[in-house]
T-cell receptor, first 116, second 115 residues
Framework: AQKITQTQPGMFVQEKEAVTLDCTYD???????LFWYKQPSSGEMIFLIY??????QNATEGRYSLNFQKARKSANLVISASQLGDSAMYFC?????????????FGKGTHLIIQP | GAVVSQHPSRVICKSGTSVKIECRSL??????MFWYRQFPKQSLMLMAT?????????EQGVEKDKFLINHASLTLSTLTVTSAHPEDSSFYIC???????????FGQGTRLTVV
């Protein structure tokens, strides 16, 4: 079984500051993938970034980077230079890798609010 | 990224009726799609895995006779909520994984309200 823990129910951050959203996970699978999604109030799930458990380097996508520490089982999302439009729910998720036949297990999410 | 389209985005139905939700992959073929449910202020919970040409696989605690899933083609999966009750009111969202499975894209979601 897989488990995702997000310990920050809500965060307030000043615009233009960097923000780190915490995510720890637990799994017995030898190979797995970690995902981050943004969910604005409209409800859509916007894919942000992916990290494979065997990837040597931390994933980056524009202002998003994933701080992957395998030994600590953590996969924190870092958003640089936050913007007002970053205000949303953020979900960390994971899945076993191997062809995409498995659904994702989600954490409870972090509600991020960017203040001007 | 790949596009997954879900319809309708909102639906209100009377208790006891059935509602069908469609999930389409627009620019890729999806042999497997996933259906999730999200209650207000909660996380997404996987309901079932939809397999093209075969029966869906349901997660523990999900009633397969209430939530009928059909995946008749490589680009379309449907979820039918049968004999809907107010407690079925929720946000339903579908997903498909692309390529080697490292990417998972979601539809826009369907907000179901049963009155």
């Amino acid at each position: 079984a897989q488990k995702i823990t997000q310990t920050q129910p809500g965060m307030f951050v000043q615009e233009k500051e960097a923000v780190t959203l915490d995510c720890t996970y637990d799994t017995s699978d030898p190979s797995y993938g970690l995902f981050w999604y943004k969910q604005p109030s409209s409800g859509e799930m916007i894919f942000l970034i992916y990290q494979g458990s065997y990837d040597q380097q931390n994933a980056t996508e524009g202002r998003y980077s994933l701080n992957f520490q395998k030994a600590r089982k953590s996969a924190n999302l870092v958003i640089s230079a936050s913007q007002l439009g970053d205000s949303a729910m953020y979900f960390c998720a994971m899945s076993p890798t191997g062809g995409g036949a498995d659904g994702l297990t989600f954490g409870k999410g972090t509600h991020l609010i960017i203040q001007p | 990224g790949a596009v997954v389209s879900q319809h309708p985005s909102r639906v209100i139905c009377k208790s006891g009726t059935s509602v069908k939700i469609e999930c389409r992959s627009l620019d890729f073929q999806a042999t497997t799609m996933f259906w999730y449910r999200q209650f207000p202020k909660q996380s997404l919970m996987l309901m079932a895995t939809s397999n093209e040409g075969s029966k869906a696989t349901y997660e523990q605690g999900v009633e397969k006779d209430k939530f009928l899933i059909n995946h008749a083609s490589l680009t379309l999966s449907t979820l039918t909520v049968t004999s809907a009750h107010p407690e079925d009111s929720s946000f339903y969202i579908c997903s498909a994984r692309v390529g080697s499975g490292s990417l998972a894209f979601f539809g826009q979601g369907t907000r179901l309200t049963v009155v």
